[in-house]
């Protein structure tokens, strides 16, 4: 039987706007990624980034609009990449704002009960989410629910608390779709593997990394739209063309051209 704890997080995740929330423990989680990504994030167990966790709630947001996608980096030239942690981030990620404002009200419950609670960025989310039973990871290695497709963002809290677990999500629903693979406009995709380093994301977000192709590079710079001096729309192209959870192409034709002309952009090749 779920608990009152357990029912009364996941409602409050739901009632703050998360799309789906799922629920697992440490002891559930083998052979998870860990270390350097590139030289993007270092990723560590739950249990490194907050030694009493008890219980890893995963939560979806659904990303419906491109301008979620949208980063602003501080002027100093520091980002947001080198970190395991929100709070050092010297770059705003407007999904990640977001979602830590509505992350907070679970965290302020949980503390509410006598419990600890953090937010978490540094764990490896999509493995994690599978367990959680949030969906699969598919060929472009995201995490794709049922409802939303891949065109969700993750965050997690840890907390000491003691929550009723979630079952896996055990299937795999790509069967043989490719369009992913085929969209990305660097072919950085294999069936369930991102070469990061032909990533256009990665391209932006580690701007010194020399084992970025030239021609990455070069593709990066023409298809990121750019809508003010310290901003750039991350590529989503991957997300956007997956056929589970895909919202009408109608929604697009409602906006006005000027305003949809950055979602074309990267559209475009
Ligand atoms: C580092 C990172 C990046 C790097 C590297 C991407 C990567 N795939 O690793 C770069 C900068 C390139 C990047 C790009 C993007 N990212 Co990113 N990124 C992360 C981060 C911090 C870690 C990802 C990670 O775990 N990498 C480690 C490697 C080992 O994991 P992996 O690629 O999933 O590898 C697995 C598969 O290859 C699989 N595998 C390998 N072989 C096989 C074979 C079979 C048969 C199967 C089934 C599986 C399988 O096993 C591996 C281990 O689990 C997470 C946030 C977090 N804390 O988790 C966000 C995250 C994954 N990114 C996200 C997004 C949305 C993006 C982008 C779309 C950009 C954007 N607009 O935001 C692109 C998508 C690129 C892509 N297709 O992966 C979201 C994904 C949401 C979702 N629905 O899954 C996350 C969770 C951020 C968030 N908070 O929401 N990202
Ligand atoms: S984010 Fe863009 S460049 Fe990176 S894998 Fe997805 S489609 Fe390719
Ligand atoms: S686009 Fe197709 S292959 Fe890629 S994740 Fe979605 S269903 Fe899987």
New binding site residues.
Partial sequence: MTSTLTSNVKQIALDAGFVAVGITIPDRLENL?HGW??Q??R?QPPEEEFPPVNSIIVMAFYVWDEIF?INIRAPNGIDS?NSSSFDSFEGYFI??EV?KNKAWKVIQYLESQGHNAIYS???????I?VQCGLGW?GK??????PHHG??????AILTDAELDCDEPFQE?LCKDCMK?VKACPAQ??A????N?FR?I??AL?CPDDPEVPEKVRKIEQRLTARPTVHSYI???R??DVCPYGNPSRELLEQVSESSHSFVLRSYAL
């Fill in positions: 990624p990504v590139g993007a994030r990723l996608n990449g999904s990640y979602m960025a540094g764990i490896p989310l999509k493995p989410a990871q472009s290695t995201l995490l794709v629910t891949p065109r969700v963002n993750l965050i795999d992913c950085a995709l069936p369930y593997e991102c990061i990533c994301v990665y977000e991350e590529c989503s991957c997300m």
